[in-house]
Every structure is written in C-alpha cells, then in structure tokens.
C-alpha cells in the first residue's frame, strides 16, 4: 500500500495533549487519524458528535427570555391576521 503525507496545523498544546494520549493507547497520532479516517470512509459520516456547549449562552438567554415572555409577538388566528399587523404602521 503506498502512503502519502499530510499537514494538520493543530494548537501546540492541544498536540501535546493528543501525542501524550495516543501514546497512553499504544499507537502514534498517525495510526489514530488513520483510523478516524477509515472509520469515517466505512460508515460514510464523522464517527463522534460534533458540537458546542449546548446551548450556547445567546440561546440560554433566547431560552430564558421566552419562559419570561420577553420579546415575544402575540399569536394569530390566521396568516391574513398576520399579515395585517406586519404591514401595519406603528
């Protein structure tokens, strides 16, 4: 099988930390993204949960807001209804 280079630019620390856990686990950084990639190619999807803190402080504050009824529109009984306060002048 032939093999190709690549480059990853990758936070110093954050390599460090990854050198020191692959190597916790036996293998190098290089056999552990071959097996991200392989893995990824097999099941045709990133094999983990990609994601922030969820959720993020603007949507706990979106969150709040609404259980306080802040900034929250009346409701309709018709998308005419709608309509009509949307184009009204206020």
């Given at each position: 099988?032939?093999t190709?280079?690549?480059n ?6 954050l390599?460090?930390?990854?050198e ?8 190098s950084?290089?056999t552990?993204?071959n ?8 099941e ?7 994601g ?7 949507t706990?504050?979106?969150?709040e807001?609404?259980?306080?009824g ?14 009509e306060?949307?184009?009204?002048d206020?």
């Amino acid at each position: 099988m032939a093999t190709t280079s690549i480059n990853i630019r990758m936070d110093k620390d954050l390599k460090k930390q990854f050198e020191d856990f692959c190597a916790d686990m036996g293998m190098s950084m290089s056999t552990a993204f071959n097996i991200f990639a392989r893995k990824a190619i097999r099941e045709y999807r990133i094999p983990f949960e990609v994601g922030g803190e969820i959720p993020n402080e603007t949507t706990r504050k979106a969150i709040e807001d609404a259980r306080n009824g802040i900034g929250l529109s009346r409701a309709f009984s018709s998308v005419e209804e709608l309509m009509e306060d949307l184009d009204a002048d206020d």
